[in-house]
T-cell receptor, first 115, second 114 residues
Framework: DVKVTQSSRYLVKRTGEKVFLECVQD?????MFWYRQDPGLGLRLIYF???????EKGDIPEGYSVSREKKERFSLILESASTNQTSMYLC??????????????FGNGTRLTVT | GENVEQHPSTLSVQEGDSAVIKCTYS??????FPWYKQELGKRPQLIID?????GEKKDQRIAVTLNKTAKHFSLHITETQPEDSAVYFC?????????????FGTGTLLAVQP
């Protein structure tokens, strides 16, 4: 069974702090994703990575950056946290499929509060 | 840009009734349509998916239908049970170079009343 592990379940940070959210998957998946989940807005894609050191912007990348130095690890960075980044952050991974899509496997989420 | 609309946002049914959630997508190149269930405090998990070359797929009490011409797809849950209560997300996947981009709907909160 695929395991996607997010390092923190709950985080409280102050405005202006640099915040690191870590995600590790154990299934040698090529593709990794960061989403944020807000009530009424569903899951919105922040960044994704289709290989080591490769990254692409999603739909809401402003205020975020990412790092993928190793295949199993994908980090989300908030350079200077702001209160509007208070949210649930979900990491996901997926095997790259040559013909059909394969499903996303999600972590348990990190609930970040910026005060 | 790509967009997935999902309706209704909330749905309350009596135990044993059916529930239907509908989604429409904007990108005609979308070729894969998964549905995820998220129970309270838990991660979203895939419950069923359908590919663009198939019109309908069933798995016990759940089924998904796809109308490519109209660009909409639906989730059907029959004989609902209290444990079906959750938030359900539809999604549409479009090929984009080295990977496929998955766009989610805004979610439907399903409440099954015992």
């Amino acid at each position: 069974d695929v395991k996607v592990t997010q390092s923190s379940r709950y985080l409280v940070k102050r405005t202006g702090e640099k915040v690191f959210l870590e995600c590790v998957q154990d299934m040698d998946h090529e593709n990794m994703f960061w989403y944020r989940q807000d009530p009424g807005l569903g899951l919105r894609l922040i960044y994704f990575s289709y290989d080591v050191k490769m990254k692409e912007k999603g739909d809401i990348p402003e205020g975020y950056s990412v790092s993928r130095e190793k295949k199993e690890r994908f980090s989300l960075i908030l350079e200077s946290a702001s209160t509007n980044q208070t949210s649930m952050y979900l990491c996901a991974s997926r095997s790259r499929s040559s013909s059909y899509n394969s499903p996303l496997h999600f972590g348990n989420g990190t609930r970040l509060t910026v005060t | 840009g790509e967009n997935v609309e999902q309706h209704p946002s909330t749905l309350s049914v009596q135990e044993g009734d059916s529930a239907v959630i509908k989604c429409t997508y904007s990108d005609s190149a979308s070729n894969y349509f998964p549905w995820y269930k998220q129970e309270l405090g838990k991660r979203p998990q895939l419950i069923i998916d359908i590919r663009s070359n198939v019109g309908e797929k069933k798995d016990q009490r759940i089924a998904v239908t796809l109308n490519k011409t109209a660009k909409h797809f639906s989730l059907h849950i029959t004989e609902t049970q209290p444990e079906d209560s959750a938030v359900y997300f539809c999604a549409a996947s479009t090929p984009r170079g080295a990977t496929n981009k998955l766009i989610f709907g805004t979610g439907t909160l399903l409440a099954v009343q015992p």
